[in-house]
């Protein structure tokens, strides 16, 4: 079975613009979630969703959202990047939202914003 | 909210010795979840280890087992007969319903395996 998959790997943005991040979950997983990466504050969770369905948000700036679609992908979107917006930025998925179920995590995205 | 420790930012051992990687964690919370994850190079997230908290028995997964102190809110791995392979970073999280089930992680401890 494939694991979970992030489009692009690498990403080199401009202060300023907006960009987006694509994550495929293992088959049939229903719940994706992501967490930024940075040296100094460490990994930091953004937003899960299941069933097409934000089911919580961490403690980031509206300028972050995320979307599921009826295939469990799901994308983030962070506009009016900022120098502080660089992180990898890492999904997980499981099988369904509860916290007895393991998340499995992907490669990440690595994000420079310059 | 929810607080996890890990007081180690680098620790090495010696192929084939033991290495202990401490984590303490602050909740108020009864139920709820303790991982170590391993993070090699290459980035991607890996599991080694879960305890869930209404267990007193401590998990173990080959070479890798726990020290799962509740009172104490401690929770420390142990990884016997080190490889080489074992080197990376390592994350402490933690997880329970009533946060959503989203992790909480501690800010990693990076673990050098010395041939």
């Known amino acids: 079975k494939a694991g979970v998959t992030q489009t692009p790997r690498y990403l080199i943005k401009t202060r300023g613009q907006q960009v987006t991040l694509s994550c495929s979950p293992i088959s049939g997983h229903r719940s994706v979630s992501w967490y930024q990466q940075t040296p100094g504050q460490g990994l930091q969770f953004l937003f899960e969703y299941f069933s097409e369905t934000q089911r919580n948000k961490g403690n980031f700036p509206g300028r972050f959202s995320g979307r599921q679609f009826s295939n469990s992908r799901s994308e983030m979107n962070v506009s009016t990047l900022e120098l502080g917006d660089s992180a990898l930025y890492l999904c997980?998925?499981?099988?369904?939202?509860?916290?007895?179920?393991?998340?499995?995590f992907g490669p990440g995205t690595r994000l420079t914003v310059t | 909210a929810q607080t996890v420790t890990q007081s180690q930012p680098e620790m090495s051992v010696q192929e084939a010795e033991t290495v202990t990687l401490s984590c303490t964690y602050d909740?108020?919370?009864?139920?709820?979840?303790l991982f170590w994850y391993k993070q090699p190079p290459s980035r991607q997230m890996i599991l080694v280890i879960r305890q869930e908290a209404y267990k007193q028995q401590n998990a173990t997964e080959n070479r890798f087992s726990v020290n799962f102190q509740k009172a104490a809110k401690s929770f420390s791995l142990k990884i016997s007969d080190s490889q080489l392979g074992d080197a990376a970073m390592y994350f402490c999280a933690y997880r329970s319903p009533n946060t959503g089930n989203q992790f909480y992680f501690g800010t990693g401890t990076s673990l050098t395996v010395i041939p």
């Open positions: 997980a998925s499981s099988l369904t939202s509860g916290v007895a179920y393991e998340q499995y």
């Open positions: 909740t108020s919370e009864s139920d709820y979840y």
